[in-house]
Nanobody, 127 residues
Framework: QVQLVESGGGLVQAGGSLRLSCAAS????????MGWFRQAPGKEREFLAA????????FYADSVKGRFTISRDNAKNMVYLQMNSLKPEDTAVYYC????????????????????WGQGTQVSVFS
């Protein structure tokens, strides 16, 4: 069982930056590939970034590539999403997700591939 708690959301001006954090409980964090998603009102949940168990492999959606960076610290049971050059269209609730996997290098970008989800944190970007 893995419990996830996001933090770091808030209100930011366009062009600004935010760093989201996701704290994971349980001793299985290092056995999890991790991902970040977001959902805006009236829209489907959108994949943003994923990272492998080892942290050596990451994958990004085209919409955020070059602006967002995913990272993890297995010693602290934390995963992060550094968001730069934010735009009003980045406004959404942001979720982290975890998937137990036996593979050190795999990452996942489909929401149904993930076993555990956090409650989300709101990010609002104004122009």
């Amino acid at each position: 069982q893995v419990q996830l708690v996001e933090s770091g959301g808030g209100l930011v001006q366009a062009g600004g930056s935010l760093r989201l954090s996701c704290a994971a409980s349980g001793r299985t964090f290092s056995s999890c590939a991790m991902g970040w998603f977001r959902q805006a009102p009236g829209k489907e949940r959108e994949f943003l970034a994923a990272i492998s168990r080892s942290g050596n492999f990451a994958f990004y959606a085209d919409s955020v590539k070059g602006r967002f960076t995913i990272s993890r610290d297995n010693a602290k049971n934390m995963v992060y999403l550094q968001m730069n050059s934010l735009k009003p269209e980045d406004t959404a609730v942001y979720y982290c997700a975890a998937r137990l996997t036996g593979y050190m290098t795999d990452y996942y970008y489909v929401p149904t591939d993930y076993n555990y989800w956090g409650q989300g944190t709101q990010v609002s970007v104004f122009s």
